[in-house]
């Protein structure tokens, strides 16, 4: 039996590094995950993604050895509260899984380890020069500030994000710095998987179309149209990796952009890779050629594009 890294097709055994739908399908015979990321599997709406497998929790420092003799070890990764990354060491060697990461401190979740290896797994969403983020201060401080400012002349601060993860951080953050909040039915119904890793959202409430004056809203980007449809004074902020390229305005409806992102922006993929003391680097999702040819190039390291859904061991 082999373990599989975020595999996307029903495998026997399933590593899960967070869970984003795009990192974490069911079907699997074993499913290994942290205790956070299986407590948000089980509230996906979309589909019974633990069904039918055995749920094995991973807490982070605890090694589970194998059936073929290889040790994994859950290490903690900032993106999503409960991203985890994972380390594989077997025949004296040690391969790191990063899963969905960045480096800077996160607004909510843990803080990346960075952890030596010999082969280093990453991933490259935001992995060109152009990609640099906001600190999470910064980026908190421009939400604050843009809220306050919309509330103070009379308009509605509305702030788009995804529904688990960046829409919870909006959340935390208005709510932290006492700003009236309303919150989107996507977004709310994961707050309080949220509250259950100890933080605290306090003074929201839910969405309401005939009650939004006075209030911070945060939406998922699609629910845009209903809110600028609505007639009321809204102003669009939009809280994402992608608002740092010029074009972010034009495509996401907005006028505010806060470049912040669950994402490593370039040079903290580069110091992700240079911390791991990696000589061999597989690339998954994004920009995988151009950074692999970039490690080559400026790292002389053996880096290449890989597909997602790697097989890591084989007994
Ligand atoms: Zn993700």
């Not at 509330?151 to 601060?157: A, F, T, V």
């Not at 039915?185 to 949220?194: E, F, M, S």
């Not at 505010?256 to 994402?263: C, N, Q, R, T």
Request: charged fraction near 20%; charge should be negative.
């Amino acid at each position: 039996m082999g373990l599989w890294l975020d595999s996307i097709v029903p495998v026997a055994a399933n590593w899960i590094s967070h869970a984003h739908s795009d990192h974490s399908r069911g079907g699997h015979g074993r499913i290994l995950a942290s205790p956070e990321t299986i407590r948000f599997l089980r509230l996906r709406e979309d589909e019974q993604i633990l069904a039918g497998s055995v749920i094995e929790p991973m807490e982070c420092d605890a090694p589970v050895s194998l059936p073929s003799g290889a040790v994994i070890t859950a290490k903690p990764a900032a993106h999503i509260t409960g991203a985890r990354q994972l380390l594989v060491e077997f025949g004296g060697e040690r391969l790191l899984y990063t899963g969905d990461i960045k480096l800077q401190k996160p607004l909510l979740g843990a803080e990346t380890e960075i952890v030596p290896c010999d082969h280093l797994i990453i991933e490259s969403t935001f992995g060109l020069p152009v990609y640099r983020f906001l600190t999470c201060e910064q980026a908190a401080e421009r939400i604050v500030r843009f809220a306050r400012e919309c509330l103070s002349e009379g308009s509605i601060p509305v702030f788009l994000g995804y529904p688990l993860g960046r829409g919870q951080e909006i959340v935390y953050t208005l709510c932290r710095a006492g700003i009236p909040t309303a919150v989107h039915g996507a977004i709310a119904r994961l707050i309080p998987a949220h509250e259950e890793s100890g933080y605290q959202f306090c003074g929201w409430e839910p969405y309401d179309a005939a009650n939004m004056p006075g209030k911070a809203h945060v939406v998922t980007p699609g629910f845009r149209n209903t809110l600028e449809a609505s007639g009321k004074p809204v102003r669009i902020a939009y809280v994402s990796g992608w608002a740092a390229v010029d074009n972010a305005r034009a495509r996401s409806g907005a006028e505010e952009l806060i470049p912040y992102s669950d994402h490593a922006g370039f040079q903290e993929l580069l110091d992700i890779v240079d911390g791991s003391g990696a000589r061999r680097v597989d690339v998954v999702h994004g920009y995988t050629e151009t950074f692999a040819r970039i490690l080559r190039e400026r790292r002389n390291i053996d880096a290449r594009a890989a597909m997602v859904g790697v097989h890591v061991e084989d007994d």
